[in-house]
């Protein structure tokens, strides 16, 4: 298949992807987004004979516009712009894993430091205060008591760029030391593996533990509702456990998956490749029905 | 093996064979992180900043 690959840095993760596709023979178009335009009639990106394009683009502003563009032009991205969309955005993700009936944990989104203060008191202490557009953990804040709260958001609000004025305001989890990363494919797991640490962050991004983990018919329902909330695609579905049962706190559309494919005896980079030869397949069986 | 210069300290470092453009490379004298601008022959620059809306 022609397939191009998204990107504006090459990770580990992208060179694992790029080495298994052209093992099997794929003609791989690698597209730097820094290097083009993408304009309303055309772009100087070469995309028109690919069967597919995975965005790999680690700025999620460039995931967002390039894929919306690419789209355009009728050549399918993966993941789409509607997932990029929902994921890029804390609370979107979370409107969408409620509103599809999964369970997340408690939001509140306010726009002023004074309301924003009350959706904190409101929740009482520990409660998490995120950015809406981030990630590996940075800018989380734990926030433990008034005083720490009125000096995040007098923070956010002085120093800030425009979306961290945007508070996004979350129960605190006690998860027991650890969290769930799935990757997934439309809702299919691939691998799992349990994030652990002493701190209450266990992003692998962080320094987290990585452990391959077996996911229960809950967790594998879960993943499949919280993938489809999104609108599908190659996902990294974020879980953490609360006693006897799961809730979903994000799910993510660039995923990061070299961890995974150390933690886990699943050769990942070959079942995501052979998730893309189906997409491009679905593709080549639509052109053929037209 | 491949040798580059680093844009940042110039000093030599050991590249791997399957080496990509727009991979990040880190300066083990320096540390400075360091971007694959070319591959055949290798040529590498500081690498831009990480912005908050870079990542997964």
């Given at each position: 298949?022609?397939?191009?690959?998204l990107?504006?840095?090459?990770?580990?993760?992208?060179?694992?992807?790029?080495?298994e596709?052209?093992?099997?023979?794929?003609?791989?178009t690698?597209?730097?987004v820094?290097?083009?335009?993408?304009?309303l009639?055309?772009?100087?990106?070469p995309?028109?004979?690919?069967?597919v394009?995975?965005d790999?683009?680690?700025?999620?502003?460039r995931?967002?516009?390039?894929?919306?563009?690419?789209?355009?032009?009728g050549?399918?991205?993966?993941?789409?712009?509607?997932?990029?969309?929902?994921?890029?955005d804390?609370?979107?993700?979370?409107?969408?894993?409620?509103e599809?009936?999964?369970?997340?944990?408690?939001?509140?989104?306010?726009?002023?430091?004074?309301?924003?203060?009350?959706?904190?008191?409101?929740?009482?202490?520990?409660?998490v205060?995120?950015?809406?557009?981030?990630s590996?953990?940075?800018l989380?804040?734990?926030?433990d008591?008034?005083?720490?709260?009125?000096a995040?958001?007098e923070h956010k609000?002085?120093l800030?760029?425009?979306?961290?004025?945007?508070?996004?305001?979350?129960?605190?989890?006690?998860?027991?030391?650890?969290?769930?990363?799935?990757?997934?494919?439309?809702?299919?797991?691939?691998?799992a593996?349990t994030?652990?640490?002493?701190?209450?962050?266990?992003?692998?991004?962080k320094?987290?533990?990585?452990?391959?983990?077996?996911?229960?018919?809950?967790?594998?329902?879960l993943?499949?509702?919280?993938?489809?909330?999104v609108?599908?695609?190659?996902?990294?579905?974020?879980?953490?456990?609360?006693?006897?049962?799961?809730?979903?706190h994000?799910?993510?559309?660039?995923?990061e998956?070299?961890?995974?494919?150390?933690?886990?005896?699943?050769?990942?980079?070959?079942v995501v490749?052979d998730?893309?030869?189906?997409?491009?397949?679905?593709k080549?069986?639509?052109?053929?029905?037209? | 093996?491949?040798?580059?210069?680093?844009?940042?300290c110039?000093a030599?470092?050991?590249?791997?064979?399957?080496l990509?453009t727009?991979?990040?490379?880190?300066?083990?004298?320096?540390?400075?992180?360091?971007?694959?601008?070319?591959?055949?022959?290798?040529?590498l620059?500081?690498?831009?900043?990480?912005?908050?809306?870079?990542?997964?």
């Open positions: 298949m022609q397939i191009g690959i990107y504006s840095r090459i990770r580990k993760d992208e060179k694992l992807l790029l080495s596709l052209r093992e099997r023979g794929h003609d791989v690698k597209i730097d820094r290097k083009h335009q993408f304009g009639d055309g772009t100087t990106a995309v028109d004979d690919l069967d394009v995975v790999r683009c680690l700025a999620t502003s995931s967002l516009y390039a894929t919306r563009f690419i789209e355009s032009y050549v399918p991205v993966v993941n789409s712009s509607e997932t990029a969309e929902i994921c890029a804390k609370a979107k993700n979370s409107l969408a894993l409620a599809a009936g999964v369970r997340t944990p408690e939001t509140k989104v306010a726009f002023t430091k004074e309301s924003a203060m009350e959706a904190i008191e409101a929740f009482g202490y520990p409660c205060l995120k950015p809406v557009v981030g590996w953990g940075r989380m804040a734990k926030i008591s008034r005083s720490a709260a009125e995040i958001l609000a002085t800030g760029h425009y979306e961290h004025k945007v508070f996004y305001v979350q129960e605190f989890v006690e998860k027991p030391g650890r969290d769930i990363r799935v990757l997934a494919t439309d809702g299919e797991p691939v691998a593996m994030r652990s640490s002493e701190h209450w962050l266990t992003n692998a991004a320094g987290g533990e990585t452990e391959e983990f077996e996911l229960d018919d809950e967790a594998l329902e993943v499949k509702k919280a993938s489809d909330a609108g599908g695609g190659l996902l990294g579905v974020d879980l953490m456990e609360t006693g006897d049962s799961y809730t979903v994000e799910v993510n559309h660039t995923v998956f070299k961890a995974l494919n150390e933690a886990t005896e699943v050769d990942v980079p070959a490749v998730w893309l030869e189906s997409k491009a397949t679905e080549t069986a639509a052109e053929a029905v037209v | 093996m491949t040798e580059a210069e680093c844009a940042e110039g030599t470092l050991d590249l791997a064979d399957d990509e727009g991979e990040i490379i880190d300066c083990g004298t320096c540390g400075a992180e360091l971007e694959v601008i070319d591959v055949n022959p290798p040529v620059e500081r690498a831009p900043e990480l912005e908050e809306d870079w990542g997964e």
